[in-house]
């Protein structure tokens, strides 16, 4: 009989201290949420908003709910030009900044005063040279699309603001080809060979990249109208393209796959110009274009 006394007792105890528990557990406070970790902006390069109008952009948004844009606040003692220096990396582009915030007088700001700083953007510009029979060269640089007979060669034309890594794909009846960087062809004596400087894949900004690499162009082909041409830039190299340039035979589906990361947002699409604001390296501008002839 003790021994079941002691026994209810322990028992009693023990749902004393298990309510107690549970109602100290009730008075708790939720666990707290994971941080999220905030990507920090990209670092910007002055070279990134020399080549093309801020005008172009939309206007500012001044309510620092803008995901392109950071917003800064004027302290005492700073101009435009000491901000400029400080985010964008050269006081000489105080004056784009003032067109692109609208100031009616950049000389002069207030402490307090709200200066929007843009993302910066990558760009390309995308062109045709023409050389028809009995021509000694090629003519100035134009519109895709622009017409040209049977026999005619013709050149692509790419020219970007940054120093980044540029990819351009044909895609026509009988497949995909690797237009820039050159594909790589392997032989028996160099199973692994280095492409040249110039088929790097890599771009200089405000230095044009011809294609075909020479002095014959393309032979155009009424046949091949309508080809299209995938072209991509990014401040670093894309992998999956780069692999691309070892590979004997390139399917489409390998080319939509790096398409379908393609960054959405503001682009500027305004033949033969072509923007994007970027907040992160390894962000692609990309898109596709038309041989029409």
């Not at 690499?213 to 393309?218: A, C, L, Q, R």
């Not at 091949?224 to 004997?248: C, H, W």
């Not at 500027?268 to 990309?286: A, C, H, Q, T, V």
Request: a positive charge; aromatic letters at 8%; one cysteine or more.
């Amino acid at each position: 009989m003790s021994r079941f006394l002691s026994l209810l007792s322990l028992l009693a105890v023990c749902a004393l201290f298990s309510g107690c528990a549970y109602f100290q557990k009730k008075d708790e406070p939720p666990p707290l949420p994971p941080i999220e970790e905030v990507k920090p902006p990209l670092t910007m390069k002055s070279e990134y908003f020399k080549s093309f109008p801020w005008s172009d952009l939309q206007s500012p948004k001044r309510d620092g709910n803008d995901p392109e844009t950071i917003t800064v606040t004027v302290k005492d003692g700073e101009t435009l030009d000491t901000i400029s220096e400080a985010m964008m990396g050269n006081p000489a582009l105080a004056g784009g900044l003032a067109t692109f915030n609208k100031l009616s007088n950049p000389n002069s700001i207030t402490p307090g005063e709200k200066i929007v700083i843009p993302y910066p953007f990558i760009g390309v510009i995308s062109q045709i040279m023409i050389k028809a029979k009995g021509d000694k060269d090629f003519s100035e640089p134009k519109n895709l699309g622009a017409p040209f007979k049977k026999g005619d060669q013709y050149k692509l034309r790419f020219e970007t603001n940054v120093n980044g890594n540029i990819y351009v794909f044909r895609k026509g009846v009988n497949g995909v080809t690797m237009l820039y960087p050159a594909q790589i062809k392997k032989g028996k004596r160099n199973k692994n060979p280095e492409p040249l400087m110039r088929d790097s894949g890599k771009v200089t900004a405000g230095d044009p990249l011809i294609i075909p690499i020479g002095k014959t162009g393309f032979a155009y082909n009424p046949k091949n109208a309508g080809d299209m041409l995938y072209v991509f830039l990014s401040l670093r190299k894309i992998p999956e393209l780069d692999d691309l340039a070892t590979k004997t035979s390139i399917k489409v589906e390998e080319i939509e796959d790096v398409m379908h990361r393609v960054k959405e947002g503001e682009i500027k699409n305004d033949p033969p110009l072509r923007l994007l604001r970027i907040s992160d390296p390894s962000e692609i501008l990309g898109f596709t274009l038309n041989i029409d002839g």
